[in-house]
């Protein structure tokens, strides 16, 4: 056997490894994003003729008083929940990295709620804010909070997004605990020494050593919870389905009721593609801002 087919040989072995998991990805996610791109300059309701349009679905989006809610509905929610997610997960993170009692029990109650099934935890969250009969407006009526006053939670269009931005915290801030406490645990502890004999006060260490050293760790942190606060879906469908009225709408549900309920296919790949410029905007700012950093 001559070289060149040994070589032949060895890279037909080594693609017949990655073939399987290519075909997959080409077929099921590169396959669909083309074709959504396409989609998007063509009218389409899923079963009949396909009909050109131009740049028509992009126009609409001007004119759509759904499309214009959900994209402030979208950035409210990601201004509101990664900054709240960052700091619940980072102060778990500093008090479970430290030797207390039932340390390993905290970290799995914190990190429970991330790896329980939605649905469930949806049903109990609807349960304990019920504004009716529900425990935490019990408690609220308890302190002395009048009846009228009271918050209305997901059925008040001025308390839904709260509700959905806590309810999103809460589910997702034991996973990103999970990261902040690795980057905790790989800090030099001689830093930490340095800073006692230099008389650092607790406050100081946080911010002159902790913060700096987690640098990394946050940028990461930041940019998935970003992306995923871009994205988010099940939790809206799951606590108010938008509403009430267009309060908690957000750009990939209206997608969503685009494409699958009034099956108007090119138009909700024209949104896609807004959603998927700003993601990309977003990330491409955040790295400069981190790369101006370092």
Not at 87 to 102: D, G, K, S, T
Request: aromatic share 16%; glycine share 6%.
């Amino acid at each position: 056997m001559t070289k060149k087919q040994r070589e032949l040989r060895n890279n037909l072995v080594a693609y017949s490894f990655i073939a399987p998991n290519f075909i997959g990805f080409a077929v099921f996610t590169l396959g669909p994003i083309i074709f959504a791109f396409v989609l998007a300059f063509l009218k389409w309701n899923g079963s009949g003729e396909m009909s050109f349009v131009a740049l028509d679905n992009f126009k609409r989006l001007a004119s759509d008083a759904a499309f214009k809610a959900a994209l402030v509905n979208t950035i409210v929610y990601s201004l509101g929940t990664v900054p709240l997610t960052m700091v619940c997960a980072l102060f778990l993170a500093i008090i479970l990295n430290r030797e207390i009692f039932a340390r390993n029990f905290f970290r799995t109650v914190s990190f429970f709620p991330y790896v329980a099934s939605l649905v469930a935890v949806a049903v109990v969250w609807n349960m304990l804010f019920n504004p009716a009969k529900g425990p935490v407006n019990m408690l609220l009526s308890a302190l002395g909070v009048s009846e009228k006053h009271l918050p209305g939670w997901a059925a008040d269009k001025h308390w839904a997004m709260l509700t959905v931005i806590l309810f999103s915290v809460w589910k997702n801030m034991g996973y990103y605990m999970v990261i902040y406490l690795a980057g905790l645990q790989g800090i030099n502890p001689e830093l930490y020494e340095a800073a006692n004999l230099d008389g650092a006060s607790t406050s100081q260490q946080f911010w002159n050593v902790t913060l700096p050293q987690l640098s990394s760790t946050t940028f990461f942190v930041t940019i998935m919870l970003t992306i995923d606060c871009f994205k988010v879906y099940d939790q809206i469908y799951m606590i108010t389905q938008g509403g009430p009225g267009t309060s908690t709408l957000v750009l990939v549900y209206h997608i969503y009721n685009s494409a699958f309920i009034s099956w108007d296919l090119g138009y909700a790949s024209a949104v896609s593609m807004v959603l998927f410029a700003l993601v990309l905007a977003v990330t491409l700012f955040q790295f400069k801002i981190d790369k101006k950093n370092h």
